[in-house]
């Protein structure tokens, strides 16, 4: 694939140039989520935690993590720059290649970054792409906003992006379980979830559409899957909706 509108925005990440302090400040982040992520996070992402093998006290070398998610899903964890444009993000989610931050938060911001890093990308993001049906339903998103140039259209479909991968619920074993990486990495959004902060609805696409995101305070109200197919079929659905005004 040609990823013309990514490619300025893919760099290289020099693992050896982390400074031991930047590797303690991992550590320290992944000793503080650990606990929570244990007993909350659902299975699928634990499962994809350990095949990427994820290290407790060093930062993640991205080219290890590629090379152990690539035969399981086609997935690659790939260093960018920053923030992406929309058009260069969808590129390469097209292409199965998750734009990832190579950048460490501070060690006096350990509970708040307000651009991601490589703790809420690697953390918090990549172990989901370890299961195949999530990882469908991220390439299959990637694909379909790559072709969508009005921006509503965009900012609608966008919700399903923010209710799924970053603050995505499933109910496993009648317990409300967390997966995505807005919860996942965030001690304060997962500890608002779990202790009752926030209304947990059944996912449905059209609610979720019409749900405008909040990106400046905690969530109130998050959507919880059954399993992932449900994902998976609500973008395909979401995708003949928009198929007429394209
Ligand atoms: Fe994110």
Same mark, same amino acid.
């Given at each position: 694939?040609?990823?013309?509108?990514?490619?300025?925005?893919?760099?290289?990440?020099?693992?050896?140039?982390?400074?031991?302090?930047?590797?303690?400040?991992?550590?320290?982040? +992944?000793?503080?989520?650990?606990?929570?992520?244990?007993?909350?996070?659902?299975?699928?992402?634990?499962?994809?935690?350990?095949?990427?093998?994820?290290?407790?006290?060093?930062?993640?070398?991205?080219?290890?993590?590629?090379?152990? @998610?690539?035969?399981?899903? !086609?997935?690659?964890?790939?260093? +960018?720059?920053?923030?992406?444009?929309?058009?260069?993000?969808?590129?390469?989610?097209?292409?199965?290649?998750?734009?990832?931050?190579?950048?460490?938060?501070?060690?006096?911001?350990?509970?708040?970054?307000?651009?991601?890093?490589?703790?809420?990308?690697?953390?918090?993001?990549?172990?989901?792409?370890?299961?195949?049906?999530?990882?469908?339903?991220?390439?299959?998103?990637?694909?379909?906003?790559?072709?969508?140039?009005?921006?509503?259209? @965009?900012?609608?479909?966008?919700?399903?992006?923010?209710?799924?991968?970053?603050?995505?619920?499933?109910?496993?074993?009648?317990?409300?379980?967390?997966? !995505?990486?807005?919860?996942?990495?965030?001690?304060?959004?997962?500890?608002?979830?779990?202790?009752?902060?926030?209304?947990?609805?059944?996912?449905?696409?059209?609610?979720?559409?019409?749900?405008?995101?909040?990106?400046?305070? @905690?969530?109130?109200?998050?959507?919880?899957?059954?399993?992932?197919?449900?994902?998976?079929?609500?973008?395909?659905?979401?995708?003949?909706?928009? !198929?007429?005004?394209?």
């Amino acid at each position: 694939m040609h990823l013309a509108a990514s490619a300025p925005y893919l760099i290289e990440q020099r693992y050896e140039e982390y400074a031991p302090e930047q590797h303690a400040i991992w550590a320290e982040l +992944v000793r503080r989520r650990r606990p929570q992520i244990e007993a909350a996070a659902c299975r699928e992402y634990l499962e994809g935690y350990s095949v990427i093998e994820l290290g407790d006290d060093r930062l993640p070398n991205l080219q290890n993590i590629s090379a152990r @998610l690539k035969p399981r899903t !086609g997935w690659s964890a790939t260093p +960018v720059n920053g923030f992406l444009p929309g058009e260069a993000f969808f590129e390469m989610l097209a292409a199965r290649m998750f734009p990832t931050t190579i950048y460490i938060r501070s060690g006096d911001s350990l509970d708040y970054t307000p651009e991601p890093d490589i703790f809420h990308d690697v953390f918090g993001h990549v172990p989901m792409h370890a299961h195949k049906v999530f990882a469908d339903f991220l390439q299959h998103y990637g694909a379909v906003c790559a072709e969508l140039k009005d921006h509503r259209q @965009l900012e609608r479909i966008g919700r399903l992006f923010w209710y799924t991968v970053e603050f995505g619920l499933i109910r496993q074993g009648g317990e409300v379980k967390v997966y !995505g990486s807005g919860v996942i990495s965030s001690q304060g959004e997962c500890t608002n979830v779990l202790n009752g902060g926030c209304e947990i609805a059944d996912f449905r696409l059209e609610d979720v559409l019409n749900t405008p995101v909040i990106v400046d305070h @905690l969530q109130k109200r998050l959507f919880a899957i059954e399993s992932f197919d449900q994902i998976y079929e609500a973008m395909h659905t979401a995708e003949k909706q928009l !198929g007429g005004a394209r």
